[in-house]
């Protein structure tokens, strides 16, 4: 079954074109890869999808319903969780008080306001719990802003699974990393999405092929292929689209 | 006994003595604090835990304290902590009211909203004399005792009872927005000011989150203007609704430490207290504004609260190197 | 023409004219907040200080003219003090924009004290230069020269603003800046002098509309709060940083004021906040702007 479809999405800035009739197939469980060279569109389809901009054709289909347009909370709150490529965590409180947010969310304490929330103990134990999870708990106490890079990035990915979505979608998660954070990263993702849809916008073919099960190449605002690494690998296409993107080539 | 518990049974102990330590000239200094207080944390709210900078918090402010005014002018025989109450909460009213435009606009936008919908009321009352007596004001309405029937009654013409007044609200009112930082909603307010759009995207309404806020923040703005009303038996454009009404706590704030809950209550007393050592040169008072605007933003924005801080931080110093001096010796 | 066909162009050519100068106004202020990010709320009480200068200079030469050029210098001048010596201080603060709101919010305070202190507070008058004196006759309507002469004068320094902006190099900067905030620093530029250039320029146009409002308006300590307040309006309604957005805001909100004062003369404040309160229901981010 689809956790995610999208129908002949299209979307333009000011005239400028940038998604053409995108049909994205997203089934449930798999780790989905979205690649394709800068300016394919990858980030506006991510956008699109998750309710930062409304689309101006086609339509999104979110667990059978349609989600067209919805606004970021209320896709949150069907269970779609996203992460960001420039980090956007809350740099001025500490980790344990990020983590915390996403997990007041899942449990639905939002208006809530004649209760003190340090007394909560089921959000403060599941809120240790999931740093566990994470490796954070040294930094429980720790500034966001105050991390090294690398944790940083790996914070921001895990408050996206905060709120436990049924869906979660990555942008770019290891951007800007160094080899021994991007692979840190890259086991945390496997450990965290075990068992869970993911989709993810992704430049480092290492990446790609070490977390993805499918994958569906963007080029120029449309769909170019879409399947198992294995046929990708050799599509035709793909390779011609990619080519002069070192990137790319290097990774087969 | 938890700390805070200790602190805060403390400070409501020293409070309680005041009136009877010093004489009813402190006590109506005490009674300018606590309704200066109150206002600068309804502001503190928004500024240091939402983000927004308001130049337009007179108009909550005013709200109430016509509010309180008209009722008591209008319907004797009202209970006044009724009348005080439905100030206030008309107050959070105009703050629900004009939400659907405040919780659109961010940053500077919102700041030159705020100071429009300030102005406005301010216009607005002014013309209006049929209802608010224009530059005149209301006055001369009979307070009516703070009273249980068959219990007590108390007299608030009497310095020592409209101290217990005013001061009670006001450690209420403080207290109530204290505890709402501390709740998860308080937790959604502050994110909202580090990060908007990841709130969204972790579910939160953040429209309406910041929209009960301006009602909270509004309401406790109107109640201190109610006190206000109370205290001076007079309320004109120029003492409620003026310009400077909204700078005043600003100003409260930023003296006592932005960022801070407690900073601005702080604040309120070094003003007051200058305010009194100045009172021969009513005509310096906006200069002496200006230069504190400039100077605390300049050199010490933490405010006289991170004074403390600072001076904390010397004194471990101080005391490591001494130790470390005396182990090695 | 009939008495009221009069009274209409009486008032459109009136509105037109303080359109004109609350442009003026608003273009330096608009200029500085879409090169910067700040929004001077000193910028009223510059133009007031200017129109003092402008009684002083008068006072001493006895020439309009040579105090429509020394009192926006002194203005300038004053602006780049301000600009080096205290915001940039300021935004080492970490308070984001409200350290900038709230310092000149300081300076504006002290500025209208100061002057009050230097001039008094008794209204002062400045006549209409003799050259501009008397009036002039458009299709049966009488109508003062010195009006005119306003619409003209802000023409011109538009003109001069738009021949800095697409004829030099400072003009390329200040574009690219206004159109990406984050581009100035990639130019590899000095910004900190083209910032304090802009707060000059800005701060020089506040004091241009400062002079040439003298002579029409009585000059007072309050002088400045008035059209303080409507150039921050012209401001956030047009879009922070659009100077197209500002003329069209300027020149309706200046008809609106004109006709407003004519019909509902109670109620003619109340217009301007509740334009801009509507226009920022529709579009947050004002009329033709794209940042907050």
Redo the contacts between chains.
């Keep these: 079954m689809n956790v995610l479809q999208t129908k002949g999405l299209s979307h333009h800035f000011k005239g400028l074109q940038v998604l053409f009739g995108v049909d994205l197939q997203v089934r449930q469980g798999e780790h989905h890869a979205i690649i394709g060279p800068n300016g394919a569109g990858k980030t506006t389809l991510f956008n699109v999808i998750?309710g930062t901009y409304r689309p101006t054709g086609g339509q999104v289909v979110f667990k059978g319903q349609d989600v067209t347009g919805l606004?970021?909370?209320k896709l949150?709150?069907k269970g779609l969780?996203?992460s960001?490529q420039i980090t956007?965590?809350?740099?001025?409180?500490t980790v344990f008080?990020n983590i915390?947010?996403?997990v007041?969310?899942r449990r639905g304490?939002?208006?809530?306001?004649?209760?003190?929330?340090?007394g909560?103990d089921g959000v403060t134990r599941e809120t240790e719990e999931i740093l566990a999870g994470i490796g954070l708990v040294a930094e429980r106490d720790v500034l966001a802003c105050e991390l090294s890079y690398g944790k940083h990035r790996a914070l921001e990915v895990s408050?996206a699974l905060?709120?436990d979505p049924d869906l979660v979608m990555l942008d770019e998660p290891t951007a800007g990393m160094s080899k021994e954070e991007t692979h840190a990263t890259v086991e945390l993702i496997k450990r965290l999405t075990k068992g869970k849809t993911m989709v993810m916008v992704e430049h480092d073919m290492d990446v790609v092929f070490s977390l993805a099960d499918r994958i569906t190449v963007l080029y120029y605002g449309a769909i170019l292929a879409s399947g198992t690494p294995d046929v990708i690998r050799d599509d035709q296409r793909v390779r011609d689209a990619y080519l002069g993107d070192m990137e790319f080539s290097h990774a087969f | 006994m938890k700390r805070p518990v200790v602190w805060l049974a403390g400070a409501l102990a020293v409070l309680a003595a005041i009136p009877f330590v010093f004489g009813p000239l402190h006590t109506n200094l005490m009674v300018r604090l606590a309704i200066e207080a109150l206002f600068a944390v309804s502001l503190n709210l928004l500024l240091s835990y939402t983000g927004l900078l308001s130049f337009g918090h007179a108009l909550y402010f005013g709200v109430g304290a016509y509010g309180a005014a008209l009722i008591l002018t209008h319907l004797q025989g009202i209970p006044i902590l009724v009348a005080v109450l439905l100030s206030a909460l008309a107050a959070a009213l105009v703050g629900l009211v004009l939400s659907p435009l405040l919780v659109r606009v961010r940053a500077t936008a919102f700041t030159m909203l705020t100071l429009a919908f300030g102005q406005l009321m301010f216009v607005l009352c002014s013309k209006f004399r049929e209802v608010t007596g224009g530059e005149d004001g209301i006055m001369g309405w009979t307070t009516p005792p703070l009273a249980l029937p068959g219990l007590f009654s108390l007299d608030l013409r009497q310095p020592v009872n409209i101290y217990f007044f005013a001061v009670g609200l006001a450690c209420l009112g403080i207290l109530a927005m204290w505890f709402f930082t501390k709740t998860p909603m308080g937790s959604v307010m502050i994110s909202i000011r580090d990060n908007q759009k990841r709130v969204d995207y972790l579910g939160y309404q953040v429209v309406l989150t910041k929209a009960v806020i301006f009602c909270f923040s509004g309401f406790f703005a109107g109640l201190a203007g109610a006190v206000y009303a109370v205290f001076n038996n007079l309320v004109s454009v120029g003492g409620v609704l003026h310009i400077m009404v909204s700078f005043q706590p600003l100003m409260a704030i930023l003296v006592g430490g932005i960022g801070t809950f407690f900073g601005p209550i702080l604040g309120s007393g070094l003003l007051l207290l200058l305010e009194e050592v100045t009172q021969a040169y009513p005509e310096l008072a906006l200069m002496i504004s200006g230069v504190i605007f400039i100077l605390v933003v300049m050199f010490l924005p933490g405010g006289a609260i991170s004074f403390g801080a600072r001076l904390r931080a010397w004194w471990r110093k101080r005391a490591y190197l001494r130790k470390a001096r005396e182990s090695e010796a | 023409m009939s008495p009221e066909t009069q009274m209409y162009l009486a008032q459109g050519i009136h509105g037109l004219a303080y359109g004109m100068l609350l442009f003026l106004v608003a273009s330096g202020l608009t200029l500085i907040f879409g090169m910067m990010g700040i929004l001077n709320i000193a910028h009223g009480a510059f133009f007031m200080l200017s129109a003092y200068l402008c009684v002083t200079v008068l006072g001493a030469t006895g020439s309009y003219w040579l105090s429509l050029l020394i009192a926006p210098l002194g203005v300038a001048l004053l602006g780049i003090l301000v600009e080096r010596f205290m915001l940039r201080r300021a935004q080492a603060s970490g308070m984001g924009h409200i350290a900038e709101l709230l310092l000149t919010l300081g300076v504006s305070l002290v500025l209208a004290e100061a002057v009050k202190l230097t001039w008094g507070t008794e209204g002062l008058q400045v006549n209409v230069p003799s050259a501009l004196a008397g009036l002039v006759n458009i299709a049966g309507l009488e109508y003062p020269i010195y009006r005119l002469f306003i619409i003209v004068l802000s023409l011109v320094v538009l003109a001069l603003l738009s021949l800095v902006l697409f004829k030099t190099r400072l003009g390329t900067i200040v574009r690219a800046a206004v159109s990406d905030p984050g581009m100035v620093s990639a130019l590899g530029v000095n910004t900190q002098i083209v910032f304090m250039l802009v707060f000059g320029l800005g701060s020089w146009m506040a004091g241009v509309a400062g002079v040439a409002a003298a002579p029409i308006l009585t000059v007072f300590p309050g002088l400045g709060d008035q059209i303080g307040m409507d150039a921050f309006v012209v401001v956030v309604v047009g879009g922070f940083g659009s100077l197209f957005g500002a003329l069209l805001a300027a020149l309706f909100l200046g008809e609106l004021n004109a006709f407003g004062i004519q019909f509902i003369p109670k109620l003619s404040p109340v217009l301007m906040f509740s334009f801009m309160a509507l226009v920022l229901a529709f579009k947050p981010t004002g009329l033709f702007g794209e940042r907050e």
């Design positions: 998750t606004a970021p909370y949150a709150r969780g996203r960001f956007s965590t809350f740099e001025k409180q008080q915390r947010m996403g007041m969310s304490i939002r208006f809530d306001f004649w209760r003190r929330v340090a909560m408050m905060s709120t």
